[in-house]
């Protein structure tokens, strides 16, 4: 009897009272209770991946590999070919990295190690200020704000690369835009940089004080410290708090539709319009009544999950094993 | 102190000219990214305040949808308010109660079993699933079937929020000492108890403004709601039949007509939907203050 009830593993160590045999009924039904609701997020994640993979068949077969990695987007004809969107998708997330890395870091590192504590937490409310405004706003201010602002920067900048010849390939050609894949970029980094700050700022707070006044005592400066006892630290940390930042970048839906230009090209030009995955189902869904349009939509949908779910389970790995290694030290 | 002034011959508080140099541009370098994220952020306030304060009025917030050609000065965007409203507050009736069930589940009854760990692993992975992919879910399974609704959109916001209130939950339940609880068992309290009466109101401050959070979150959400209340202009007070409609979704709309009175609809709704998610973090921010017992 009493091996049984050791084994039982819905007797939690604290309340396993051995004056009694079974735990009262309303005490038991509250676990339960709490295990389905923590089921739930299994179930939705499983429930997300057969839905949309079922709606989806009818694209994937159809089309097949090679119909799904093309080039070739025409719902007129029937030609659905996700690559562009894919690049789209990768191109804008990357701009959006390449500008919130270094500012986000720069954040990290000021609150962490520059400002003192009690001037630190205004700052703090600043980035989450950042954080609450809608996506939408954001879309919004950069299609009806931004865009037609930095049209004209882009001309410029256009106008006086011609013939340079690496910056040309990228920031030149013909067809330059105010809503561009560099507008989305950019709007993109400014959403991410409140995650990948805070993330940042956690990961960096861990780094041992000892390691810091080591550093110091040794008679470096402020930055030599961070470059040789913060960095080597959270280096593992800050990556994936980055890629957990790529993860939502990628994301992005309402705001990337607005200022992307929505354009199914692949192009090296950055000012010129684009699309990525996210936005074409926005725009295109209501459209998309019945058949394979439909269908290749949400089959993007779940190319995205896909994506978003490897980078932000490689980031969390990341994470966890860094901290865990901190632990230990 | 004797100590230090005997060192004084050696001077090892100078670093050489060049590397103080490149620890002064580094500061520098660290406040210029701050100034960096403030830029646009200033920019998008006073736009958004600039267009949307005169737009804003008592007819603006309950008044019924116009036509597009026509100004501001006619209608409003009730409506939308009132989806907005509703819908969120019907998504968070489903998903804190459910949220902070599941957080009790992985931090009290979990414990180290592998179950526990791979939920509060999913629950981390499903905070990082786009918003756009909850709203094809949502479509997928209930508006096929059961057609576009207010509550189709509730669903797909409440499936957003759970995981941010399971980890917050969690996490502010990690911070309770054990003390406490153990004080409670040696009394012959249940674990359901223990937990209700004693561990839950311990961290009831945190769990309130991390669901307030996720509230200010969903709230400001298009894409879940673009898939699955349709958006309409007239006010449909049936939240499970029928299209809808709410802020975000007419922000989104609007943006891209020609007409200057849908575009300042669009800014008004702006401020609107921006006040609300301001609100919301400041009674958290608030509650924090105030009810916060184990900070982090």
């Given at each position: 009897?009493?091996?049984?009830?050791?084994?039982?593993?819905?007797?939690?160590?604290?309340?396993?009272?051995?004056?009694?045999?079974?735990?009262?009924?309303?005490?038991?039904?509250?676990?339960?209770?709490?295990?389905?609701?923590?089921?739930?997020?299994?179930?939705?994640?499983?429930?997300?991946?057969?839905?949309?993979?079922?709606?989806?068949?009818?694209?994937?077969?159809?089309?097949?590999?090679?119909?799904?990695?093309?080039?070739?987007?025409?719902?007129?004809?029937?030609?659905?070919?996700?690559?562009?969107?894919?690049?789209?998708?990768?191109?804008?997330?990357?701009?959006?990295?390449?500008?919130?890395?270094?500012?986000?870091?720069?954040?990290?590192?000021?609150?962490?190690?520059?400002?003192?504590?009690?001037?630190?937490?205004?700052?703090?409310?600043?980035?989450?200020?950042?954080?609450?405004?809608?996506?939408?706003?954001?879309?919004l201010?950069?299609?009806?704000?931004?865009?037609?602002?930095?049209?004209?920067?882009?001309?410029?900048?256009?106008?006086?690369?011609?013939?340079?010849?690496?910056?040309?390939?990228?920031?030149?050609?013909?067809?330059?835009?105010?809503?561009?894949?560099?507008?989305?970029?950019?709007?993109?980094?400014?959403?991410?940089?409140?995650?990948?700050?805070?993330?940042?700022?956690?990961?960096?707070?861990?780094?041992?004080?000892?390691?810091?006044?080591?550093?110091?005592?040794?008679?470096?400066?402020?930055?030599?410290?961070?470059?040789?006892?913060?960095?080597?630290?959270?280096?593992?940390?800050?990556?994936?708090?980055?890629?957990?930042?790529?993860?939502?970048?990628?994301?992005?839906?309402?705001?990337?539709?607005?200022?992307?230009?929505?354009?199914?090209?692949?192009?090296?030009?950055?000012?010129?319009?684009?699309?990525?995955?996210?936005?074409?189902?926005?725009?295109?869904?209501?459209?998309?009544?019945?058949?394979?349009?439909?269908?290749?939509?949400?089959?993007?949908?779940?190319?995205?999950?896909?994506?978003?779910?490897?980078?932000?389970?490689?980031?969390?790995?990341?994470?966890?094993?860094?901290?865990?290694?901190?632990?230990?030290? | 102190?004797?100590?230090?002034?005997?060192?004084?011959?050696?001077?090892?508080?100078?670093?050489?000219?060049?590397?103080?140099?490149?620890?002064?541009?580094?500061?520098?370098?660290?406040?210029?990214?701050?100034?960096?994220?403030?830029?646009?952020?200033?920019?998008?306030?006073?736009?958004?305040?600039?267009?949307?304060?005169?737009?804003?009025?008592?007819?603006?917030?309950?008044?019924?949808?116009?036509?597009n050609?026509?100004?501001?000065?006619?209608?409003?965007?009730?409506?939308?308010?009132?989806?907005?409203?509703?819908?969120?507050?019907?998504?968070?009736?489903?998903?804190?109660?459910?949220?902070?069930?599941?957080?009790?589940?992985?931090?009290?009854?979990?414990?180290?079993?592998?179950?526990?760990?791979?939920?509060?692993?999913?629950?981390?992975?499903?905070?990082?699933?786009?918003?756009?992919?909850?709203?094809?879910?949502?479509?997928?399974?209930?508006?096929?079937?059961?057609?576009?609704?207010?509550?189709?959109?509730?669903?797909?916001?409440?499936?957003?929020?759970?995981?941010?209130?399971?980890?917050?939950?969690?996490?502010?339940?990690?911070?309770?000492?054990?003390?406490?609880?153990?004080?409670?068992?040696?009394?012959?309290?249940?674990?359901?108890?223990?937990?209700?009466?004693?561990?839950?109101?311990?961290?009831?401050?945190?769990?309130?403004?991390?669901?307030?959070?996720?509230?200010?979150?969903?709230?400001?959400?298009?894409?879940?709601?673009?898939?699955?209340?349709?958006?309409?202009?007239?006010?449909?007070?049936?939240?499970?039949?029928?299209?809808?409609?709410?802020?975000?979704?007419l922000i989104f709309q609007n943006a891209t007509q020609?007409?200057?009175?849908a575009q300042?609809r669009a800014?008004?709704s702006?401020?609107?939907?921006?006040?609300?998610?301001?609100?919301?973090?400041?009674?958290?921010?608030?509650?924090?203050?105030?009810?916060?017992?184990?900070?982090?």
């Open positions: 009897m009493s091996i049984a009830t050791k084994a039982d593993p819905a007797l939690p160590a604290g309340s396993a009272s051995p004056l009694t045999k079974r735990r009262p009924f309303g005490d038991r039904s509250f676990q339960v209770l709490c295990l389905a609701a923590g089921l739930l997020v299994l179930i939705i994640l499983a429930l997300i991946a057969i839905s949309m993979t079922q709606q989806s068949t009818t694209w994937f077969t159809t089309a097949g590999w090679s119909g799904v990695f093309s080039t070739n987007w025409d719902p007129a004809h029937n030609a659905y070919g996700a690559l562009p969107f894919i690049y789209g998708t990768l191109v804008t997330a990357a701009i959006a990295i390449v500008i919130a890395f270094p500012v986000s870091v720069g954040i990290a590192l000021l609150l962490t190690e520059v400002v003192p504590r009690r001037f630190a937490r205004p700052i703090v409310y600043v980035i989450d200020l950042l954080a609450v405004v809608p996506s939408v706003v954001w879309g201010w950069g299609f009806l704000v931004l865009a037609p602002w930095l049209q004209k920067i882009y001309q410029s900048i256009a106008s006086g690369l011609t013939g340079v010849p690496v910056l040309s390939t990228f920031f030149g050609g013909t067809s330059v835009s105010g809503t561009s894949f560099f507008t989305t970029g950019l709007i993109l980094a400014i959403m991410i940089t409140p995650i990948v700050t805070s993330l940042s700022r956690e990961v960096i707070a861990t780094v041992p004080t000892i390691d810091r006044e080591g550093a110091y005592a040794l008679g470096a400066t402020r930055w030599e410290m961070i470059r040789g006892a913060v960095w080597p630290h959270s280096q593992a940390g800050v990556v994936g708090a980055v890629l957990l930042g790529l993860g939502r970048a990628m994301g992005e839906t309402i705001a990337a539709a607005l200022v992307i230009g929505s354009s199914a090209t692949i192009t090296t030009h950055l000012f010129n319009p684009g699309y990525s995955m996210p936005s074409v189902i926005a725009n295109e869904f209501g459209e998309a009544t019945v058949g394979e349009f439909r269908s290749a939509l949400i089959g993007m949908g779940v190319l995205l999950f896909v994506l978003t779910i490897i980078i932000n389970l490689s980031a969390r790995a990341i994470v966890d094993r860094s901290a865990r290694r901190s632990q230990g030290a | 102190m004797a100590i230090a002034s005997e060192q004084q011959t050696v001077d090892l508080r100078e670093p050489s000219g060049w590397r103080r140099t490149k620890n002064q541009i580094a500061t520098v370098g660290m406040w210029v990214a701050f100034a960096v994220m403030l830029v646009p952020l200033g920019f998008v306030l006073f736009t958004v305040i600039a267009k949307g304060a005169s737009a804003i009025s008592w007819q603006f917030l309950t008044g019924n949808i116009p036509i050609v026509l100004p501001v000065t006619f209608g409003g965007v009730g409506p939308a308010v009132y989806g907005t409203l509703v819908i969120t507050g019907f998504a968070s009736l489903m998903a804190i109660p459910l949220g902070v069930l599941g957080g009790i589940y992985i931090n009290e009854y979990g414990g180290n079993q592998v179950l526990a760990r791979v939920i509060n692993f999913f629950a981390d992975v499903m905070t990082g699933v786009p918003s756009i992919i909850m709203g094809l879910f949502i479509f997928t399974i209930w508006v096929l079937h059961f057609g576009y609704s207010g509550f189709a959109g509730a669903l797909a916001l409440a499936c957003l929020m759970l995981p941010i209130v399971i980890r917050s939950t969690y996490e502010m339940l990690h911070l309770v000492p054990d003390s406490l609880r153990e004080a409670s068992y040696a009394l012959g309290a249940t674990k359901a108890r223990v937990t209700l009466t004693v561990v839950l109101p311990a961290a009831i401050g945190g769990i309130v403004s991390g669901a307030l959070l996720a509230v200010a979150r969903a709230a400001g959400e298009t894409a879940p709601l673009v898939f699955t209340i349709l958006v309409t202009q007239t006010l449909n007070k049936n939240l499970f039949y029928g299209a809808n409609t709410a802020l975000s979704t020609p007409y200057t009175g300042a800014w008004g702006a401020l609107t939907l921006i006040a609300i998610a301001f609100i919301l973090m400041i009674v958290a921010r608030l509650v924090t203050a105030r009810f916060a017992r184990y900070d982090r």
